[in-house]
């Protein structure tokens, strides 16, 4: 993904710019019904960013009450229910301020030029704000306004509820409502350089 998304261009390391540190971080996710899948994520050393402790990292991350809200006007309303995540969540976002990280450890091209991103990287302190900030936008365009009481619950224009839970969508809805508002999304994401991983997790009417 750091590749296919252009994370960063190589530059000639400024002699006057802090350069961040990084490493890989490698897990094992677990899948129902299939063996669990290696993951590695190159990480960047977060702690090392000089720091404003007035700049605005916050990012909305809905809460048990809303989500509880939403998948209870789903039951009572007999609503469709599909759920997406965004693969690589927070490389769909764009940094905003000039950050320079050294290359990833098994990726170096073998000189000293190091990394000016173009996308937020996990670790970054900012990298949640500014990812929250591309969803808004792009669920914007889609036609979904977040509700006064909660800036992650979304309700569409043609009706169908959404929430977001950092990189994680509910959508729910009649099936012509949540279906079209899915496919939306699908040709949106494309345009926006974002990719959805679709879970069968669709809720059948009785």
């Not at 365009?141 to 169908?160: M, N």
Request: hydrophobic share 45%.
């Amino acid at each position: 993904n750091l590749q296919k998304m252009i994370a960063w261009d190589l530059v000639p390391r400024p002699p006057d710019q802090q350069v961040l540190q990084g490493r890989w971080v490698y897990t094992l996710k677990e899948t129902s019904n299939q063996p669990p899948k290696p993951k590695a994520r190159w990480v960047v050393r977060g702690d090392q960013e000089e720091f404003d402790s007035l700049q605005d990292l916050y990012a909305a991350v809905a809460p048990a009450s809303s989500l509880r809200l939403f998948l209870t006007l789903v039951a009572v309303m007999d609503l469709e229910l599909w759920q997406y995540d965004a693969v690589a969540a927070f490389l769909n976002a764009h940094v905003q301020d000039r950050v320079y990280v050294v290359q990833p450890q098994g990726l170096e091209d073998g000189t000293m030029r190091v990394c000016l991103l173009r996308r937020a990287l996990y670790g970054l302190r900012k990298a949640p704000a500014w990812w929250a900030d591309r969803c808004r936008e792009l669920l914007a365009k889609l036609g979904f306004e977040p509700i006064d009481a909660d800036q992650c619950l979304y309700r569409h224009r043609d009706g169908a509820l959404l929430i977001t839970y950092v990189d994680d969508f509910l959508i729910g809805g009649d099936d012509d409502d949540a279906a079209a508002a899915a496919a939306v999304a699908a040709a949106a994401s494309t345009t926006l350089d974002r990719r959805f991983s679709r879970r069968d997790t669709r809720c059948k009417k009785r």
